[in-house]
């Protein structure tokens, strides 16, 4: 069992920085891609970033340059570190691992980007 709790969503302003996490349980974080999805009011939920064992990392168009991911093997912890921010991220933004073919995720954590 894989239980995933993502954590530091928030209020913030248009052009500011926010860093969620996500906590893994398990022993097997470091042998499993990670990912961030996020859901906006009304939008289906969209895939953001991906971040390999290896540490190799993939990007959604939307976020490319602005966002980063990154892991801690020895915290079982991925991060997501979001800058200039815009009032089109607003979501919920969930952690993700597909371990041994099955979708695990998080509760979300909301993130609003607003004025």
């Known amino acids: 069992q894989v239980q995933l709790v993502e954590s530091g969503g928030g209020l913030v302003q248009p052009g500011g920085s926010l860093r969620l996490s996500c906590a893994a349980s398990?022993?097997?974080?470091?042998?499993?891609?990670m990912n961030w999805y996020r859901q906006a009011p009304g939008k289906e939920r969209e895939w953001v970033a991906r971040i390999t064992p290896g540490g190799i990392t993939n990007y959604a168009d939307s976020v490319r340059g602005r966002f980063t991911i990154s892991r801690d093997n020895a915290k079982n912890t991925v991060y997501l570190q979001m800058s200039s921010l815009k009032p089109e991220d607003t979501a919920i933004y969930y952690c993700?691992?597909?371990?041994?073919?099955?979708?695990?995720w998080g509760q979300g954590t909301q993130v609003t980007v607003s004025s």
């Open positions: 398990g022993s097997m974080f470091s042998s499993t891609t």
């Open positions: 993700n691992t597909p371990f041994r073919d099955y979708p695990y």
